[in-house]
């Protein structure tokens, strides 16, 4: 029998662009590999915990919760998480915070460190809030989605679901198919998972995929035919088509549904043990069939759950603790 050969180590990230405060999570093109790797096994290790004891993790600490663009699983599982572990959150929105009176980003983000939260949370329209925010503040900031940039918690837990169902990500087969161009989700997925060895295929109607694949992100490949993508996945994760960021562009849904909807008929294709994924929110009849939506493949109601896990993981790095 020929010798095993050795694992191949996972690509290591670039540098950050400039320093934030440590415990940070601004993106994952930058994101440390052995960070990542320390998140997902500290997630692991909070399932098994009981919650009197992750009760005691953080107690009083606190969190600020800044959420200018809409959001129900994100903020509520960052919210949650952070009441898990014993911290006291404010979530403030736009509507009700003072950016209505014409108060800077930079401006609020120094007013919450100055009331003494000790983290802040932030989901932002605009890509690179984030770290324009972390360039002010001396307290971690952790990016909960900013405009067509990253949403990395997301991509960490998308990444810990399918390592709850696949041995590995090297080697892996990930379809993620619709609106591509405006995916914060897929940008952030195809760092993590190409850095780690997975085979990513970006699919989707020309006009919502990037001119080359490595705009987004090293060792992807663009397919515009479903039926090809979906040969021999082992993942297929659907995006929302995000009609807030079309920005002049007709979509003809009738069109998208025919070519990139996927169906009970279509999941046959890719391999059977596939699993079917879903940041949310879903548009049921658009991107996916119910059926499939709820069907034994798919583990989008996981992935939500994950969220809590893997975003508690994330706020102990914040706190170091
Ligand atoms: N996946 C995700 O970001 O969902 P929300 O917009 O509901 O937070």
């Given at each position: 029998m020929p010798p095993r050969?050795?694992?191949?180590?996972?690509?290591?990230?670039?540098?950050?662009?400039?320093a934030s405060a440590p415990g940070s999570l601004l993106d994952l093109e930058h994101l440390p590999t052995q960070d990542?790797?320390?998140?997902?096994?500290?997630?692991?290790?909070?399932?098994?915990?009981?919650?009197?004891?992750?009760?005691?993790?953080?107690?009083?600490?606190?969190?600020?919760?800044?959420?200018?663009?809409a959001s129900t699983r994100t903020r509520v599982s960052f919210e949650f998480a952070a009441k898990n572990l014993g911290a006291v959150t404010s979530?403030?929105?736009?509507?009700?915070?003072?950016?209505?009176?014409?108060?800077?980003?930079?401006?609020?983000?120094?007013?919450?460190?100055?009331?003494?939260?000790e983290a802040i949370v932030i989901r932002h329209p605009s890509s690179g809030a984030a770290s324009l925010m972390a360039r002010h503040v001396s307290v971690p900031?952790?990016?909960?989605?900013?405009?067509?940039?990253?949403?990395?918690?997301?991509?960490?837990?998308?990444?810990?679901?399918?390592?709850?169902?696949?041995?590995?990500?090297r080697g892996l087969r990930v379809v993620i198919t619709g609106d591509i161009q405006h995916s914060r989700?897929?940008?952030?997925?195809?760092?993590?998972?190409?850095?780690f060895g997975a085979k990513v295929t970006l699919c989707g109607p020309p006009a919502l995929l990037p001119g080359s694949a490595s705009a987004?992100?090293?060792?992807?490949?663009?397919?515009?035919?479903?039926?090809?993508?979906?040969?021999?996945?082992?993942a297929v994760m659907m995006l929302r088509i995000q009609k807030e960021r079309l920005a002049g562009f007709n979509l003809n849904v009738d069109e998208y549904i025919?070519?990139?909807?996927?169906?009970?008929?279509?999941?046959?294709?890719?391999?059977?043990?596939?699993?079917?994924m879903h940041p949310g929110p879903m548009i049921r009849g658009l991107e996916l069939t119910a059926d499939v939506a709820d069907g034994p493949q798919?583990?989008?109601?996981?992935?939500?759950?994950?969220?809590?896990?893997?975003?508690?993981?994330?706020?102990?790095?914040?706190?170091?603790?």
């Open positions: 050969s050795k694992p191949k180590r996972a690509k290591a990230a670039p540098a950050p662009p400039f990542i790797t320390d998140i997902l096994k500290s997630a692991r290790r909070l399932a098994k915990t009981p919650r009197d004891l992750l009760s005691k993790m953080l107690p009083g600490r606190r969190v600020a919760l800044l959420f200018y663009e979530v403030v929105t736009a509507s009700s915070s003072s950016i209505e009176k014409g108060e800077s980003l930079t401006d609020t983000g120094i007013t919450l460190e100055a009331t003494g939260a900031v952790l990016n909960a989605g900013d405009g067509m940039h990253e949403h990395p918690s997301q991509g960490l837990l998308d990444a810990y679901t399918i390592l709850e169902h696949k041995k590995d990500l989700v897929a940008r952030s997925n195809a760092h993590l998972l190409s850095r987004l992100a090293p060792n992807l490949t663009l397919e515009r035919d479903f039926a090809r993508a979906l040969r021999g996945a082992d025919a070519g990139y909807q996927l169906t009970a008929e279509r999941l046959r294709i890719a391999r059977k043990d596939a699993i079917v798919s583990v989008i109601a996981e992935q939500v759950g994950n969220g809590v896990l893997v975003r508690m993981a994330l706020l102990l790095r914040a706190f170091k603790a």
